[in-house]
Nanobody, 119 residues
Framework: VQLVESGGGLVQAGGSLRLSCAVSGHINNIYAIGWFRQAPGKEREFVSKIYWNGGRTDYGDSVKGRFTSSRDNAENTVYLQMDSLKPDDTAVYSC?????????????WGQGTQVTVSS
């Protein structure tokens, strides 16, 4: 499975960005796609998760109500719509593929895309 993120950039606080995660390869094995972020000097943080079949979503507490994950099955792409952005949202955002519901962890990762929110 290969994942390629895009859509990052510089935005002012209160603004919006939409990240994309293009998925290719053995997509039939995918259980879920997660979004994570990591800011300099901080640990990687869970942002959201969308289940490949059914589309159910989960969100980290810091982004609930502001971020929305969705998918386009025809394009094999997962999106992360980020609204009401704050400077604390500044980080490298990565998507990852989870191939199994029976164990914890993600199996494949994208290279990440930088999101910078100015105050």
């Amino acid at each position: 499975v290969q994942l390629v993120e895009s859509g990052g950039g510089l935005v002012q606080a209160g603004g919006s960005l939409r990240l994309s995660c293009a998925v290719s390869g053995h997509i039939n094995n995918i259980y879920a796609i997660g979004w994570f972020r990591q800011a300099p000097g901080k640990e990687r943080e869970f942002v959201s998760k969308i289940y490949w079949n059914g589309g159910r979503t989960d969100y980290g507490d810091s982004v609930k109500g502001r971020f929305t994950s969705s998918r386009d099955n025809a394009e094999n792409t997962v999106y992360l719509q980020m609204d009401s952005l704050k400077p604390d949202d500044t980080a490298v955002y990565s998507c990852a593929a989870d191939l199994s519901q029976y164990r914890v962890g993600y199996d494949y990762w994208g290279q990440g895309t930088q999101v910078t929110v100015s105050s």
